[in-house]
């Protein structure tokens, strides 16, 4: 489904990405780990098509398509879904309003009739229990004034109603307590399907205790140092990145 | 009486010529007080000329284009649209054009074309105004003028700010008069309808509007300037607002003229003790627009508040200068202002705040947002706060910018076509605004309009 080969990236020509190789099939669950600025989030970011990176060798393909030539939306429209690190508050602008438009905007590029305000509103009710998070989410403005775990929470449900064919997790675990991050893991994990895909960036192994990979990578310097089943977390937990290191040196 | 001595006009002079067209076109009864107004408003206009680039209120802002062709008055009643009354009986005028009907507003409805009044809602005739209430239009008022309203007129007449000023006072022949007794509360807002229609030649429309209210009076006016057709007419309205001690009044001013059009509009506000003026001003028309608004806080305790919205795009203008005054202690006012600027088009917001030595315990905040929306759009934003004061709390704050790309991403990457999110952004900037306004169908119809063309945020809210 998603095939990443041999990927470098820069910014303001700076060496991020330094070769990536990354398969992922249909259904498959991969976990990307690696200490702090290894390269974790800018490989999330261009997967989703944020400007301000200058891919200089290398390419990504989704079902055979040349994922970099595709402008945000359009790769959203194929069904890539980026869950944000730091989700964006965007004062004045409905939750509600804001999701109709995605969903439709979706709805519309598959040749589907777009929902009504009422069928709408049918769907994200029960979307909403997935991630227990109230309806009154609906009337406020997009991640304005939400918590921590609001805002990852909210994008789960965002990811629950666009139903994407590959959800791309940017350190979703961040910042939140257990209760919070066992909330987000079980909204994720219904979401698994056995089609559906999904790209764990994850700085600890905590959250995938809950979301249980695959396929585990370790990032460093840009590189994919290691790749392994899920054991390779657990290793990483009792031994620190810095055994990966010494290990890809 | 401090009158300038001001030489007359050269008989020659073609906006004496213009005078004597419109004057003959008027009702022979006019009194000779207004006819003398008239003479002295078109000399004082013809010794300042139209204001250039070197007057400082107009640095930004360019009239030759209005200076430089030749002015001619719409007069009551004539041209291809024959009487505008007719013009709307053929249909030439729709009169059920959502362009200026607010869907589901309950209003007193005068419809003006060209300055002149042609229409006034048929509830007027029976519907119960409050005793002592007079609505109507001021030709009908001008003749035997309440000594109210003759001292008003005079009074404006007397200190004249400005040419357009000056223009006004000397051509206009109509408009609304207002006034509302002491302690009455006229529930119903009146909509004042201005369509600026086409003419064998662009002319140009000098409505006065006078909203006076007595002691704890209330009133909620609507003023909507709205162009019919392609057509470079001049609209120079002038309204004047007094509101007496603890009167309350809410004023709202949509300008939508031809984006081929050009619009001068004048607000002064005076206010007694206590009094409460809530002030609109939605421009989102003309080719070149120029708002003035001022307000003299007069009475202890007296407050304001402005807002303001603009919107340009193509090669338009759009010019607000505001003034308040703080004479007198424990007066009050807020200004907020938002742009958005698209295409060449080009912002002024000039917004003056004066805060006089007796003007001990005031407050006075102001805001001015832009949001250029293209690298060619400009504005020119200035606060010019003016404190001769000790005690007193001011603040304010301006900002220019664009659309936030961070937040342009989120949406896009939610599959948000890159337009349809640009128009998103743009219309939670403006809906702040908005959302403002206390008339649901005003703020609806305007949100509607003003926006995307989507079903706004809040129209969709309301379903859930």
């Known amino acids: ?249 | 009486m401090n009158v300038r001595l001001i030489s007359p006009l050269e008989p020659s002079d073609p906006f004496l010529a213009e005078l004597a067209r419109l004057e003959s076109r008027l009702p022979a009864a006019e009194p000779p007080w207004l006819r003398a107004i008239r003479r002295r408003a078109l000399a004082s206009f013809g010794e300042r000329g139209f204001p250039g680039r070197r007057d400082e209120d107009w640095k930004y802002t360019d009239v030759s284009t209005i200076a430089e062709r030749p002015l001619r008055v719409a007069l009551p009643g004539v041209g291809p649209l024959g009487t505008g009354a007719a013009g709307i009986e053929a249909g030439r005028i729709d009169t059920n054009n959502r362009d200026y009907r607010y869907a589901g507003l309950e209003c007193l409805e005068l419809v003006f074309v060209n300055g002149h009044c042609v229409s006034t809602s048929a509830e007027m005739n029976y519907w119960a105004l409050p005793e002592g209430t007079t609505v109507a239009p001021l030709a009908a008022m001008l003749s035997d003028a309440p000594p109210v309203l003759r001292s008003s007129i005079e009074r404006m007449a007397d200190a004249l700010p400005d040419a357009f000023a000056a223009l006004n006072a000397a051509f206009t022949a109509d408009g609304a008069y207002l006034a509302v007794p002491d302690g009455v509360a006229l529930d119903v807002p009146v909509h004042l309808v201005f369509l600026s229609a086409p003419w064998d030649e662009p002319v140009a429309a000098f409505p006065r509007v006078c909203i006076h209210l007595g002691e704890g009076a209330r009133a909620s006016v609507i003023e909507s300037y709205v162009g019919m057709d392609a057509q470079e007419n001049l609209t120079c309205a002038v309204t004047e607002i007094i509101a007496a001690e603890g009167a309350r009044c809410d004023h709202y001013r949509v300008q939508r003229e031809h984006p081929r059009s050009y619009h001068v509009g004048r607000l002064s506000v005076s206010q007694a003790r206590d009094s409460e003026v809530t002030s609109f001003s939605i421009v989102c028309g003309a080719r070149l627009s120029r708002q003035d608004i001022a307000v003299r806080l007069e009475g202890e305790g007296a407050s304001v508040a402005l807002h303001g919205l603009y919107v340009g795009d193509g090669r338009r203008h759009v010019d607000h200068h505001t003034r308040i005054d703080h004479l007198l202690p424990h007066t009050r006012s807020e200004e907020h202002y938002k742009g958005v600027l698209d295409g060449r088009s080009r912002g002024v917001f000039n917004g003056t705040v004066v805060v006089h030595p007796d003007a001990q315990k005031s407050e006075a905040h102001q805001s001015n947002h832009n949001l250029l929306l293209s690298g060619e759009a400009e504005i020119d934003t200035k606060p010019e706060l003016q404190i001769h004061a000790d005690d007193v709390i001011c603040s304010h704050g301006a900002s220019v910018g664009r659309l936030d790309p961070d937040a342009l991403f989120y949406l896009c990457s939610r599959g948000i076509e890159a337009p349809a999110a640009r128009a998103i952004l743009t219309q939670a900037f403006i809906d702040e605004v908005l959302g403002r306004l206390p008339i649901a169908a005003l703020r609806l119809g305007l949100t509607r309009d003003l926006g995307s063309g989507e079903t706004s945020a809040e129209l969709f809210s309301a379903l859930i």
């Open chain 1, 1 to 249: 489904m998603l095939a990443v080969h041999d990927l470098e990236v820069r910014i303001a020509d700076k060496p991020i990405l330094k070769g990536i190789d990354l398969e992922v099939g249909s259904g498959e669950v991969h976990a990307i780990m690696g200490p702090n600025a290894s390269g974790k989030s800018t490989l999330a970011h261009v997967l989703a098509g944020r400007e301000g990176y200058e891919v200089t060798a290398g390419g990504v393909t989704f079902d055979g398509e040349d994922l970099l030539a595709l402008s945000p939306e359009e790769r959203a429209h194929r069904g890539v879904f980026l869950a944000f690190q730091y989700p964006v508050a965007i004062p004045g602008v409905n939750n509600a309003y804001f999701l109709k438009a995605a969903l439709n905007a979706g709805r519309k590029y598959r040749g589907l009739a777009e929902l009504d305000a009422i069928e709408f509103l049918n769907l994200v009710k029960e979307k909403l229990k997935l991630v227990h998070l109230d309806e009154a989410l609906l009337k406020r403005a997009v991640n304005e004034g939400f918590s921590g775990g609001e805002k990852k929470r909210n994008e789960v449900f965002q990811m629950a109603v666009l139903e994407p064919r590959l959800a791309i997790l940017d350190e979703t675990d961040s910042g939140l307590d257990i209760d919070a991050l066992k909330l987000v893991a079980e909204g994720v994990n219904r979401l698994r399907d056995g089609h559906r895909s999904f790209v764990v960036v994850t700085h600890y192994q905590r959250l995938l205790n809950y979301v249980v990979p695959d396929r585990v990578h370790v990032l460093s310097g840009g590189r994919i140092v290691r790749s392994g089943g899920r054991e390779l977390a657990l290793d990483l937990d009792a031994h620190g990145y810095d055994w990966v290191k010494v290990a890809a040196a």
